[in-house]
């Protein structure tokens, strides 16, 4: 049976979900608890920054956001928060904002120097942590793990 012939049923019903055992839980738990580990792993490389700004700095260096209003979407911090972080990590040195030439309205994100220095630092971090909570996993597993959670997000894209 192909995939898109399978019957879809609910997994999840009255009589069997329980607020304390269920996947979402289990996702924000673990996403919880990475991000304290980063903030531990930097803290022990003396790094000076939190696993939330290890996010943005990420995001921003890698490309994949490049104003405040693209790293709200992603990290799902209200506008006033972001700005916080944002000032944080500018007055670490770490990023410094740059009103845009073409509508002046825009505010982009970029590394400065010091921030595209520590940027090589930050990687080691991610594969640390990861492969600490992937440990006992084989890459087969890995591999399916990563497909659940590339369902999951697809679903999400999907109406309910």
Known sequence: MDEESRVVEAL?????????????????DISRRLLMAFDDEMTSLAMDITGAQWVILMRIANGCASTASELCRFTRYDTGSMTRMLDRLEEKGLIHRVRSRSDRRVITLELTEAGRELYPLLPPVAIKVLNAYLKGFTREELDQFKGFLNRMRANAGASL
Do not use: F, H
């Not at 999840?12 to 924000?28: C, H, M, R």
């Open 12 to 28: 999840y019903t009255a009589e069997n979900y329980n607020p304390q055992d269920n996947v979402g839980l289990s996702i924000a």
